[in-house]
C-alpha cells in the first residue's frame, strides 16, 4: 500500500514534442503529489507538486493532472527541450509531510 | 544558495570494512534523511531524523545505522560493509512548517556512489 508505481522506465521524445510520465497509488493517505527532477551527477530537485484539492497545476512547460478517484497523477512537459534531459521522480507523501514515497524514476531523453 | 553538501562523491570499500558517510546541510532544518537510490528501484528511505540525537527507521535499515550529535550534521554509518550495499546514497534536509508538519520540500546532496569490493 506504500508503493507509488512510475511509468514507462524510459522516454525518448523529439525536441518540440509532449514528454508523459505517469504514476500510481495506493495509499489514500497520501496528500502531497511532488515531481522531481534529477540530473546526472546531481540529487533530485523540486520540480512541481500537488495536492488533492485540485486536478492540474501549471508551472510553465510544467502540468501535473491529478486523478483523485482512479489514484494516479502524471506530469506533462510541453515543447520539451533538450535540457530537460534527466530522470524524473514521482513521490507522494501523508502524515504532514515526514513519510515520502518515490517511484521508480523515468529517464527522459530528448532528442534535438 | 540552500545546500546540503555530502562529504565524498565517490568512496570504495571492502567487504567487512566500518564506512561512514557524511552530510551537512546549511539550511538550520530539523529534518535530515538518508536514501539509497538504485536503478529501476527508486529512492528508498534508509533512516531520518527529526531533532538532534533523534532517529527513526526507514523502509530499509538493516545493515546501517545513523547519528545526528548536531543539527547540521546526519551521518550514515555501515557498519561491516556488504557487496548488497554498493549503490548510490543521498543525503537530504527539510524545514519544519509547524510542530505538526514540515514544509514538504526536500533538498537532496549530490550523492556518493560507494562501491563495496
Known amino acids: 500500500q506504500q508503493q507509488v508505481k512510475q511509468s514507462p522506465q524510459s522516454l525518448i521524445v523529439q525536441k518540440g514534442g509532449i514528454s508523459i510520465i505517469n504514476c500510481a497509488y495506493e495509499?489514500?493517505?497520501?496528500?502531497?503529489f511532488p515531481w522531481y527532477q534529477q540530473f546526472p551527477g546531481k540529487g533530485p530537485a523540486l520540480l512541481i507538486a500537488?495536492?488533492?484539492?485540485?486536478s492540474e497545476k501549471k508551472e510553465g512547460r510544467f502540468t501535473i493532472s491529478f486523478n483523485k478517484s482512479a489514484k494516479q497523477f502524471s506530469l506533462h512537459i510541453m515543447d520539451s527541450q533538450p535540457g530537460d534531459s534527466a530522470t524524473y521522480f514521482c513521490?507522494?507523501?501523508?502524515?504532514?509531510?515526514?513519510?515520502?514515497?518515490f517511484g521508480p524514476g523515468t529517464r527522459l531523453s530528448v532528442l534535438p | 544558495d540552500v545546500k546540503v553538501t555530502q562529504s565524498s562523491r565517490y568512496l570504495v570499500k571492502r567487504t567487512g570494512e566500518k564506512v561512514f558517510l557524511e552530510c551537512v546541510q546549511d539550511?538550520?532544518?530539523?529534518?535530515m534523511f538518508w536514501y539509497r537510490q538504485d536503478p529501476g528501484l527508486g529512492l528508498r528511505l534508509i533512516y531520518f531524523?527529526?531533532?538532534?540525537?533523534?532517529?527513526e527507521k526507514g523502509d530499509i535499515p538493516e545493515g546501517y545505522s545513523v547519528s545526528r550529535e548536531k543539527k547540521e550534521r546526519f551521518s550514515l554509518i555501515l557498519e561491516s560493509a556488504s557487496t548488497n550495499q554498493t549503490s548510490m546514497y543521498l543525503c537530504?534536509?527539510?524545514?519544519?512548517?509547524?510542530?505538526?508538519?514540515?514544509?514538504?520540500?526536500?533538498?537532496f546532496g549530490s550523492g556518493t556512489q560507494l562501491s563495496v569490493l
Open positions: 513521490a507522494a507523501a501523508g502524515n504532514y509531510g515526514q513519510n515520502f514515497v
Open positions: 495509499n489514500t493517505a497520501f496528500d502531497y
Open positions: 500537488i495536492r488533492p484539492d485540485v
Open positions: 539550511m538550520d532544518h530539523e529534518n
Open positions: 531524523s527529526y531533532d538532534v540525537k533523534m532517529k
Open positions: 537530504a534536509s527539510m524545514g519544519q512548517e509547524n510542530f505538526f508538519a514540515t514544509n514538504e520540500k526536500l533538498f
